[in-house]
């Protein structure tokens, strides 16, 4: 009878305790996971943004206009002449052996 | 038992606690049922975060997958005026930044009650890198991005622009973005998060989050190499030839897809706001002409099916005929004796096809406008479509049924009339003209839209002889010098005068070439037209050489090689 009342006052009450510790310890943990998901979400949404200015400055690069500008630039010039070799029409060199 | 007086102090007492009581319950009834849907705003207010989660508008790519539009990053600039301390200072140097004016930027925060001011919508990273580095309290940025155009106005026409709706959202006008802004647009999303005392989200509380749909992307029929390519050459086409307009569509026979729509004038999507209103419509789906001897085809071609004549007819062509009090000639007032259906269209001979048209018939000539594509909207996806009607039946004069045979009294879209040609390039068969080819939503899921066949309108066979004609029109014709030598191409000139009050100007055309090539297996029907060039009226000697131009950077292209 007497064990049980020791074991009543003294261990139940330590258990107690140590529970309410945890669960203190526990929720301050996930408040300040909080705030780490606050700054994952903040580094996701900049990445985000990153991720379509590369896109946009992918899209400038390959346009038509900014192409025609290199190509400009660089020496090329609108092909006037055009050489076709259509079936039939061989050149000599490609002439098929018979 | 108690004296009156007693008795009355009890009444009075009782009676106050009644009426405090009573006021206790009013006080009670406003808070909880008066006020309480007000207060309960508040505490979720207070306890959570709540924002909308918008969604990505959709991208509009070209048929090789590049975008013809796209998304940019851009933000709206807010104040928030009880942050402000000097409200002068901070309109100056935000004004500045901003380009506006600084008095319009005081006012309104200066307005009594405001406690959010939107400053300007869409402002560019830049611009936003530089209000952060001033540092003013009270000046805040949303994400509000915006549409980007690669390719600069490239098919402006053919895309539209993404303008404002009146509650200040994105919505988007004319051609594909007002088409489809429902898909384009996606489903906004929410997020409610529960927050702690300093603002961070608690990780154990609530939240609720509906995820938001982004907009669908539409991959088109529309090649941008094929795209830029026909506009280079109508403005080079206009500027040569002196036109005040002009428009070119080109079309794949077999699907009825888009590969090309250009008009000029334009204007920049970007810049739409300073262009002038009536540059928004797309002439080639909302403006209509007469298609003049391009029609001819057309009534050719029903002529052959209905078995009324063939190639090889002939007819006397000794002068000019006469139909209700009218003269009808030839555009050169020539006449050439017997000759047969191919001179007829080679010739462009209006004499011929007034022949043609009474072997047709009334009955038979209207059944063939309709069955053609007239007078209805060929339900091409774009948003400013029109058609304009054809009189009704009964209202047909043998005079009117005389000059449609050959292409005047009568108006249709470029779009109409491109589609109709197509008929003779493909076999037969009225295709309903597209503009997109699939639609990708944002789990990826692609839904192609296939090629869609209205009707078989006449048989392989006439289809195979018209293209033989109109063959023999492009290397007989007026336009023969101008064709790129090696290639079949099936194709006929119209130089339609313009009506201007009740009456033709025989001073204003428009000029037009329609045809496709290669002959035997078309890769592209293309419709040229330009409004009133100076340079000559005739499509022959303006219209022409320009579907020709681009018919060999067409071939190039496509690596179609000569015969």
Same mark, same amino acid.
Request: proline share 5%; hydrophobic share 40%.
């Given at each position: 009878?007497?064990?049980?009342?020791?074991?009543?006052?003294?261990?139940?009450?330590?258990?107690?305790?140590?529970?309410?510790?945890?669960?203190?310890?526990?929720?301050?943990?996930?408040?300040?996971?909080?705030?780490?998901?606050?700054?994952?979400?903040?580094?996701?949404?900049?990445?985000?943004?990153?991720?379509?200015?590369?896109?946009?400055?992918?899209?400038?690069?390959?346009?038509?206009?900014?192409?025609?500008?290199?190509?400009?630039?660089?020496?090329?010039?609108?092909?006037?002449?055009?050489?076709?070799?259509?079936?039939?029409?061989?050149?000599?060199?490609?002439?098929?052996?018979? | 038992?108690?004296?009156?007086?007693?008795?009355?102090?009890?009444?009075?007492?009782?009676?106050?606690?009644?009426?405090?009581?009573?006021?206790?319950?009013?006080?009670?009834?406003?808070?909880?049922?008066?006020?309480?849907?007000?207060?309960?705003?508040?505490?979720?207010?207070?306890?959570?975060?709540?924002?909308?989660?918008?969604?990505?508008?959709?991208?509009?790519?070209?048929?090789?997958?590049?975008?013809?539009?796209?998304?940019?990053?851009?933000?709206?600039?807010?104040?928030?005026?009880?942050?402000?301390?000097?409200?002068?200072?901070?309109?100056?140097?935000?004004?500045?930044?901003?380009?506006?004016?600084?008095?319009?930027?005081?006012?309104?925060?200066?307005?009594?009650?405001?406690?959010?001011?939107?400053?300007?919508?869409?402002?560019?990273?830049?611009?936003?890198?530089?209000?952060?580095?001033?540092?003013?309290?009270?000046?805040?940025?949303?994400?509000?991005?915006?549409?980007?155009?690669?390719?600069?106005?490239?098919?402006?026409?053919?895309?539209?622009?993404?303008?404002?709706?009146?509650?200040?959202?994105?919505?988007?006008?004319?051609?594909?973005? %007002?088409?489809?802004? $429902?898909?384009?647009?996606? @489903?906004?999303?929410? =997020?409610?998060?529960?927050? *702690? !005392?300093?603002?961070?989200?608690?990780?154990?509380?609530?939240?609720?989050?509906?995820?938001?749909?982004?907009?669908?992307?539409?991959?088109?029929?529309?090649?941008?190499?094929?795209?830029?390519?026909?506009?280079?050459?109508?403005?080079?086409?206009?500027?040569?030839?002196?036109?005040?307009?002009?428009?070119?569509?080109?079309?794949?026979?077999?699907?009825?897809?888009?590969?090309?729509?250009?008009?000029?004038?334009?204007?920049?999507?970007?810049?739409?706001?300073?262009?002038?209103?009536?540059?928004?419509?797309?002439?080639?789906?909302?403006?209509?002409?007469?298609?003049?001897?391009?029609?001819?085809?057309?009534?050719?071609?029903?002529?052959?099916?209905?078995?009324?004549?063939?190639?090889?007819?002939?007819?006397?062509?000794?002068?000019?005929?006469?139909?209700? %009090?009218?003269?009808? $000639?030839?555009?050169?007032? @020539?006449?050439?004796? =017997?000759?047969?259906?191919? *001179? !007829?269209?080679?010739?462009?001979?209006?004499?011929?096809?007034?022949?043609?048209?009474?072997?047709?018939?009334?009955?038979?000539?209207?059944?063939?406008?309709?069955?053609?594509?007239?007078?209805?909207?060929?339900?091409?996806?774009?948003?400013?479509?029109?058609?304009?009607?054809?009189?009704?039946?009964?209202?047909?004069?043998?005079?009117?049924?005389?000059?449609?045979?050959?292409?005047?009294?009568?108006?249709?879209?470029?779009?109409?009339?491109?589609?109709?040609?197509?008929?003779?390039?493909?076999?037969?068969?009225?295709?309903?003209?597209?503009?997109?080819?699939?639609?990708?939503?944002?789990?990826?899921?692609?839904?192609?839209?296939?090629?869609?066949?209205?009707?078989?309108?006449?048989?392989?066979?006439?289809?195979?002889?018209?293209?033989?004609?109109?063959?023999?029109?492009?290397?007989?014709?007026?336009?023969?010098?101008?064709?790129? =030598?090696?290639?079949?191409?099936?194709?006929?000139?119209?130089?339609?005068?313009?009506?201007?009050?009740?009456?033709?100007?025989?001073?204003?055309?428009?000029?037009?070439?329609?045809?496709?090539?290669?002959?035997?297996?078309?890769?592209?029907?293309?419709?040229?037209?330009?409004?009133?060039?100076?340079?000559?009226?005739?499509?022959?000697?303006?219209?022409?050489?320009?579907?020709?131009?681009?018919?060999?950077?067409?071939?190039?292209?496509?690596?179609?090689?000569?015969?």
């Amino acid at each position: 009878m007497n064990r049980t009342i020791i074991f009543l006052t003294v261990v139940l009450p330590c258990i107690a305790i140590g529970l309410l510790v945890g669960q203190i310890v526990c929720t301050n943990n996930l408040a300040q996971d909080g705030s780490t998901l606050k700054t994952i979400s903040e580094k996701a949404d900049a990445l985000s943004f990153e991720n379509e200015r590369l896109e946009q400055q992918i899209a400038s690069a390959s346009s038509l206009l900014e192409i025609q500008k290199k190509a400009v630039a660089t020496g090329f010039v609108p092909a006037t002449h055009f050489l076709t070799l259509a079936q039939g029409k061989y050149l000599v060199a490609f002439t098929p052996k018979r | 038992m108690f004296s009156a007086l007693f008795m009355t102090r009890i009444w009075t007492i009782f009676g106050f606690f009644m009426l405090l009581y009573a006021a206790i319950i009013a006080r009670l009834f406003y808070w909880q049922v008066w006020e309480s849907g007000r207060l309960k705003n508040q505490a979720v207010n207070q306890h959570f975060f709540r924002f909308a989660l918008p969604p990505k508008r959709g991208t509009i790519l070209s048929s090789d997958g590049y975008p013809f539009i796209m998304n940019q990053q851009a933000y709206l600039v807010y104040a928030e005026p009880k942050e402000i301390k000097d409200i002068d200072g901070f309109s100056q140097r935000v004004s500045s930044v901003l380009t506006v004016d600084s008095a319009s930027i005081s006012s309104q925060l200066r307005l009594p009650d405001r406690v959010w001011v939107p400053l300007l919508h869409k402002v560019e990273g830049e611009k936003v890198d530089q209000l952060q580095a001033l540092k003013e309290k009270g000046l805040g940025f949303e994400p509000d991005p915006k549409r980007f155009y690669p390719e600069s106005s490239m098919a402006a026409h053919l895309l539209g622009f993404v303008g404002m709706d009146q509650n200040g959202m994105d919505r988007g006008y004319f051609g594909l973005e %007002g088409f489809y802004d $429902r898909d384009l647009k996606g @489903k906004e999303g929410s =997020l409610q998060i529960e927050k *702690d !005392v300093q603002g961070n989200p608690i990780l154990i509380g609530t939240t609720f989050r509906v995820d938001p749909q982004d907009g669908r992307n539409l991959t088109l029929w529309v090649d941008r190499s094929v795209q830029a390519i026909v506009e280079k050459r109508l403005i080079e086409g206009i500027q040569k030839y002196g036109a005040k307009e002009g428009s070119i569509v080109v079309m794949d026979p077999k699907t009825g897809g888009i590969l090309a729509m250009a008009s000029y004038p334009s204007y920049d999507p970007r810049f739409y706001s300073s262009a002038e209103k009536e540059r928004y419509i797309n002439p080639i789906v909302g403006s209509t002409y007469e298609p003049g001897s391009t029609f001819k085809v057309l009534m050719m071609a029903a002529g052959i099916n209905e078995g009324v004549i063939t190639p090889t007819t002939t007819m006397e062509e000794t002068g000019p005929v006469e139909v209700m %009090g009218y003269m009808i $000639r030839t555009w050169n007032n @020539k006449y050439n004796g =017997l000759v047969t259906m191919t *001179d !007829v269209l080679t010739h462009s001979s209006n004499v011929g096809m007034v022949f043609v048209g009474k072997k047709l018939g009334k009955e038979k000539i209207l059944r063939t406008l309709k069955d053609f594509g007239f007078g209805a909207v060929t339900n091409v996806d774009l948003e400013d479509e029109s058609a304009p009607e054809l009189r009704e039946d009964k209202e047909w004069r043998d005079i009117d049924l005389a000059t449609v045979s050959f292409g005047q009294g009568i108006a249709v879209t470029p779009l109409q009339m491109v589609r109709a040609v197509s008929v003779i390039a493909n076999g037969g068969y009225l295709m309903e003209p597209k503009v997109v080819k699939e639609i990708i939503d944002s789990s990826g899921k692609i839904t192609t839209i296939l090629p869609k066949k209205i009707k078989q309108v006449i048989s392989k066979k006439a289809a195979e002889e018209v293209t033989e004609m109109m063959v023999a029109s492009v290397e007989e014709g007026e336009a023969k010098f101008a064709k790129p =030598l090696g290639y079949r191409i099936a194709g006929k000139t119209g130089t339609a005068q313009i009506p201007v009050e009740g009456h033709y100007d025989a001073t204003k055309t428009i000029a037009s070439f329609v045809g496709f090539a290669p002959a035997d297996n078309p890769k592209f029907v293309m419709l040229v037209t330009l409004r009133e060039p100076s340079s000559s009226q005739w499509g022959s000697e303006t219209a022409a050489p320009l579907f020709f131009n681009i018919a060999k950077d067409l071939f190039l292209y496509y690596g179609i090689s000569p015969r």
